[in-house]
């Protein structure tokens, strides 16, 4: 009966060993940046707008190709130009490192102290992302806007975010990879009012990360 008892406990170990390791290496570890810098707003562009752009990442996370989905010229030269110099870290799947795809995007903010001087609403909300994982698809903006500039800044440059987005669709962390003090808090503010699509792992919602990049323009007045 001892015995018996032994070989039953063994079983379910070995099930529950068995299961655990599966849950593990069945995770998804999206991709992330991990270094950026500033995105020149061009001199003769008095108009903001959003260009969406997805990185191609290989399996160490090496840049080899900046897809344009949204087009916003003259805007887009800029904000390919300026993402071609950061850097990313790339995904895993099952525990290995998998190449895949990564959305950016690049609200050029025009100057608006306290929310005033934006004509014709907000940007335009942008294409859905593809993914090359079957299993995968990266979450969506569905719902954006420009961040308010603080009341009397004269602040300008770019404030990188790398935003998590939960299952929920909800923000959660949002870390500042390349930021500028006084524009900081106004570039996490507004991104907290954006709307998002979570992101989906085998036909079901999963949390994953993007990067949104707030170009602030500076006072043309």
């Not at 170990?13 to 992330?32: M, Y």
């Not at 959003?50 to 399996?59: G, N, T, W, Y």
Request: charge should be positive; proline fraction near 8%; charged fraction near 10%.
């Amino acid at each position: 009966m001892a015995v018996a008892g032994m070989v039953v406990a063994a079983i379910v170990l070995a099930i529950g060993v068995a299961a655990w390791a599966q849950g593990e290496n069945g995770r998804f570890g999206p991709a992330d940046i991990t270094s950026a810098g500033d995105i020149a707003y061009p001199m003769n562009a008095a108009q903001g707008g959003l260009v969406s752009l997805l990185v191609k990442l290989d399996e160490s996370g090496n840049a080899q190709d900046w897809q344009v989905l949204q087009d916003v010229p003259p805007l887009t030269a800029s904000a390919k130009e300026g993402v071609k110099k950061w850097t990313f870290h790339g995904a895993t799947m099952n525990g290995r490192n998998v190449a895949a795809y990564f959305p950016v995007y690049v609200v050029f903010n025009p100057y608006n102290p306290g929310g005033t001087g934006v004509t014709g609403g907000g940007p335009k909300v942008p294409p859905t992302v593809p993914s090359n994982l079957a299993s995968w698809l990266p979450p969506q903006v569905r719902r954006a806007s420009f961040a308010i500039y603080p009341p009397n800044s004269q602040a300008e440059g770019t404030v990188v975010l790398s935003v998590e987005i939960g299952k929920a669709g909800h923000v959660g962390n949002i870390k500042v990879v390349h930021g500028v003090p006084a524009l900081n808090q106004a570039a996490i503010d507004a991104v907290k009012q954006w709307g998002f699509q979570p992101a989906m792992r085998d036909g079901q919602m999963a949390p994953g990360r993007l990067c949104v990049a707030f170009v602030f323009q500076r006072n043309l007045s």
